[in-house]
Nanobody, 124 residues
Framework: QVQLVESGGGLVQAGGSLRLSCAAS????????MGWFRQAPGKEREFVAC????????YYTDSVKGRFTISRDNAKNTVYLQMNSLKPEDTAVYYC?????????????????WGQGTQVTVSS
Protein backbone atom coordinates (compact mmCIF):
# COMPACT_ATOMS: atom_id res chain seq x y z
CA GLN A 1 0.00 0.00 0.00
CA VAL A 2 1.05 3.54 -0.76
CA GLN A 3 -0.32 6.60 0.97
CA LEU A 4 -0.13 10.00 -0.68
CA VAL A 5 -0.79 13.25 1.16
CA GLU A 6 -1.01 16.56 -0.67
CA SER A 7 -0.37 19.91 0.94
CA GLY A 8 0.29 23.51 -0.02
CA GLY A 9 -3.04 24.48 -1.48
CA GLY A 10 -4.80 27.68 -0.59
CA LEU A 11 -6.15 30.95 -1.89
CA VAL A 12 -3.98 33.19 -4.01
CA GLN A 13 -4.56 36.18 -6.26
CA ALA A 14 -4.15 35.94 -10.00
CA GLY A 15 -0.51 36.20 -10.94
CA GLY A 16 0.65 34.70 -7.68
CA SER A 17 2.38 31.43 -6.93
CA LEU A 18 1.87 28.29 -4.89
CA ARG A 19 3.91 25.17 -4.41
CA LEU A 20 2.07 21.92 -3.87
CA SER A 21 3.73 18.98 -2.19
CA CYS A 22 2.82 15.32 -2.19
CA ALA A 23 4.45 13.08 0.38
CA ALA A 24 4.44 9.33 -0.19
CA SER A 25 4.83 6.51 2.27
CA UNK A 26 4.51 2.74 2.37
CA UNK A 27 6.69 1.64 -0.53
CA UNK A 28 9.78 2.65 -2.40
CA UNK A 29 9.06 6.01 -3.97
CA UNK A 30 11.88 6.34 -6.45
CA UNK A 31 10.58 3.67 -8.82
CA UNK A 32 7.19 5.34 -9.32
CA UNK A 33 6.14 7.82 -11.92
CA MET A 34 4.16 10.61 -10.28
CA GLY A 35 1.40 12.71 -11.71
CA TRP A 36 -0.66 15.74 -10.83
CA PHE A 37 -4.29 16.00 -11.86
CA ARG A 38 -6.94 18.57 -11.11
CA GLN A 39 -10.70 18.72 -11.05
CA ALA A 40 -12.67 21.94 -11.27
CA PRO A 41 -16.38 22.24 -10.46
CA GLY A 42 -18.49 20.77 -13.22
CA LYS A 43 -15.52 19.30 -15.06
CA GLU A 44 -13.87 15.91 -15.25
CA ARG A 45 -10.52 15.28 -13.68
CA GLU A 46 -7.78 16.36 -16.06
CA PHE A 47 -4.10 15.70 -16.39
CA VAL A 48 -1.76 18.50 -15.35
CA ALA A 49 1.78 17.12 -15.22
CA CYS A 50 3.79 13.98 -14.62
CA UNK A 51 7.35 13.00 -13.93
CA UNK A 52 8.81 9.60 -14.69
CA UNK A 53 11.18 7.60 -12.52
CA UNK A 54 13.88 9.55 -14.29
CA UNK A 55 13.43 13.07 -12.97
CA UNK A 56 14.49 14.54 -16.27
CA UNK A 57 11.39 13.24 -18.05
CA UNK A 58 8.45 15.55 -17.46
CA TYR A 59 5.22 16.25 -19.31
CA TYR A 60 2.64 19.03 -19.03
CA THR A 61 -0.76 19.82 -20.37
CA ASP A 62 -0.65 22.75 -22.78
CA SER A 63 -2.53 25.14 -20.53
CA VAL A 64 0.17 25.08 -17.83
CA LYS A 65 3.33 24.90 -19.91
CA GLY A 66 5.72 27.66 -18.98
CA ARG A 67 3.92 28.32 -15.70
CA PHE A 68 3.99 25.04 -13.75
CA THR A 69 6.98 22.88 -12.91
CA ILE A 70 6.85 19.34 -11.56
CA SER A 71 9.82 17.99 -9.65
CA ARG A 72 10.64 15.25 -7.21
CA ASP A 73 12.97 14.59 -4.32
CA ASN A 74 13.30 10.84 -4.01
CA ALA A 75 15.26 11.11 -0.77
CA LYS A 76 12.25 12.82 0.80
CA ASN A 77 9.65 10.68 -1.00
CA THR A 78 8.04 13.88 -2.19
CA VAL A 79 6.84 15.30 -5.49
CA TYR A 80 6.20 19.01 -6.00
CA LEU A 81 4.19 21.18 -8.32
CA GLN A 82 5.43 24.75 -8.49
CA MET A 83 2.66 26.92 -9.89
CA ASN A 84 3.50 30.42 -11.07
CA SER A 85 1.47 33.09 -12.83
CA LEU A 86 -1.71 31.52 -11.56
CA LYS A 87 -4.98 32.24 -13.31
CA PRO A 88 -8.56 31.93 -12.07
CA GLU A 89 -9.06 29.01 -14.43
CA ASP A 90 -6.44 27.10 -12.45
CA THR A 91 -8.90 26.90 -9.57
CA ALA A 92 -9.49 23.23 -8.79
CA VAL A 93 -8.80 20.42 -6.38
CA TYR A 94 -5.34 19.13 -7.18
CA TYR A 95 -4.54 15.44 -6.75
CA CYS A 96 -1.25 13.63 -6.85
CA UNK A 97 -1.05 10.06 -8.08
CA UNK A 98 1.52 7.29 -8.27
CA UNK A 99 2.10 4.98 -11.21
CA UNK A 100 3.93 1.89 -10.04
CA UNK A 101 5.17 0.82 -13.48
CA UNK A 102 7.23 3.99 -13.55
CA UNK A 103 6.48 5.22 -17.06
CA UNK A 104 3.90 7.86 -16.29
CA UNK A 105 0.77 8.58 -18.23
CA UNK A 106 -1.66 11.30 -19.17
CA UNK A 107 -4.54 8.92 -18.39
CA UNK A 108 -5.81 8.85 -14.84
CA UNK A 109 -6.71 5.16 -14.99
CA UNK A 110 -3.07 4.20 -15.37
CA UNK A 111 -2.28 5.37 -11.84
CA UNK A 112 -2.41 3.01 -8.90
CA UNK A 113 -2.62 5.31 -5.87
CA TRP A 114 -4.18 8.69 -5.26
CA GLY A 115 -4.07 11.34 -2.60
CA GLN A 116 -7.10 13.07 -1.14
CA GLY A 117 -6.50 16.34 -2.95
CA THR A 118 -5.75 19.90 -1.97
CA GLN A 119 -7.84 22.91 -2.93
CA VAL A 120 -6.30 25.68 -5.00
CA THR A 121 -8.35 28.83 -5.45
CA VAL A 122 -7.17 31.71 -7.61
CA SER A 123 -9.03 34.98 -7.31
CA SER A 124 -9.24 37.59 -10.03
Amino acid sequence: QVQLVESGGGLVQAGGSLRLSCAASGRTFSSYAMGWFRQAPGKEREFVACIRWSAGSTYYTDSVKGRFTISRDNAKNTVYLQMNSLKPEDTAVYYCAADLHGLGSLASYEYDYWGQGTQVTVSS
